[in-house]
């Protein structure tokens, strides 16, 4: 396929022109990684949005089927159905009509996360017969943060490059199914803490080339990378910096207001 003709290079609006401008909107086979604190917007922004404005894409596009599919892995149950419903509804998207095409899984522990990703969704999707539109891993660390913090400091290295690596895996496989699936994808991760500088020593957490917790390739292999952070809350005004993008420079910065529309 042509570069000039390539549908990667299409994109599907975040619904902000301001997050628009510094990141290019949602592409598809690219995975878009937002990270921040508490109530920066992760999870409106991988998982709420990803899903409506995409479901409206293919919809204008009379692209949508039966069988249109949009999974989110949801690491830490964070995912607030009655909002996203709320939120779906005054975007014009009747709640009976997503519920069919939401596939949602909450993984309690590490191994049932990994084998869903690496092992099970694939054939899942072939077996029944499913159009994958977008997949959303939010938070994608949730559960490996919490296997690090009980862990004993003598053993966080070893811990962090056995689970990290296991991101990675998860990562890579991600990938692999948007791109068979021309699918959109946005994972979701937390800030390098405080506490995981604490062991710097002993955890691969502080590798320069990632600026999030969860091992090296989770900051290499999604190809756009976004801080997010919450300038004021009541307000609902946010700010979002691009750390890394595939096609526009980093260090872009733009401020948004998140609203129920």
Known sequence: MGILTDKSRLYVSTGSKAL????????????????????????TLSSVMLIAQVYKHLKKNKQ?????????????SGFDVDRALDVWEKLGIKGSEIDKHVERLEPVKFAEQHDFITKELSPMIKRKNWKLAALSLDPMVAIYA??????????????????????????????????????FCCVS?????????????????????????GGRQMGLLPKVIVRL???????????AWTFKHRS?????????????K
């Open 189 to 213: 991760s937390w800030p390098k803490s405080e506490a995981g500088a604490a062991f710097k020593e002993t955890s691969t957490d502080n590798d320069e080339e990632s600026p999030v917790i």
């Open 248 to 260: 526009l420079p980093a260090g872009r910065v733009c401020v948004f207001k998140m609203t129920d």
């Open 146 to 183: 919490g296997i690090i913090e009980r862990t004993v400091p003598a053993m966080k290295m070893v811990t962090s490059q056995q689970y990290g690596g296991k991101l990675a895996l998860q990562l890579q496989e991600a990938r692999s199914i948007i791109v068979e699936h021309d699918a």
């Open 64 to 76: 949508l089927t039966d069988n249109t599919k949009f999974v989110i892995v949801d690491g830490d």
């Open 229 to 239: 952070g919450v300038l004021d809350r009541a307000k609902g005004i946010r700010a």
């Open 20 to 43: 628009d401008e510094i990141i290019g909107g949602y592409r598809p086979k690219t995975i878009i990684e937002w990270y921040g604190k508490t109530t920066s917007g992760k999870t």
